[in-house]
């Protein structure tokens, strides 16, 4: 079982920058590729980025290229999402999740990731 908890999230100006943690809990953390989604008002949930169990390989949606970085601590249990040059269209609750690296490579699809966390909110105001 694998708990995650976000944080970081809040009101922000357009053109700000943020990070985003994802806390995990038990002692196997690079055996999860952890991931990130995204839900805005009245959208469905989408992939925003996801990041190996070593950290070395990393995915992200064409449309997120450039301005999303994922990245993680194993020595922590914690995985990073870093976005600059925030837009109000980036307004969301951001979601972070693991799948098991069993599955062979990361993926963008939500049905391949076991544990989700609870979401952080991210507001940005122009």
């Known amino acids: 079982q694998v708990q995650l908890v976000e944080s970081g999230g809040g009101l922000v100006q357009a053109g700000d920058s943020l990070r985003l943690s994802c806390a995990a809990s038990g002692r196997f953390f690079s055996n999860y590729f952890m991931g990130w989604f995204r839900q805005g008002p009245g959208k469905e949930r989408a992939f925003v980025a996801a990041?190996?169990?070593?950290?070395?390989?990393?995915l992200y949606a064409d449309s997120e290229k450039g301005r999303f970085t994922i990245f993680r601590d194993n020595a922590n249990y914690t995985a990073y999402l870093q976005i600059t040059n925030l837009k109000p269209e980036d307004t969301a609750v951001y979601y972070c999740?693991?799948?098991?690296?069993?599955?062979?490579?990361?993926?963008?699809?939500?049905?391949?990731?076991?544990?989700w966390g609870r979401g952080t909110q991210v507001t940005v105001s122009s």
């Open positions: 999740a693991a799948g098991p690296m069993s599955k062979g490579q990361i993926t963008p699809q939500a049905d391949d990731y076991t544990y």
């Open positions: 990041v190996s169990g070593s950290g070395g390989v990393t």
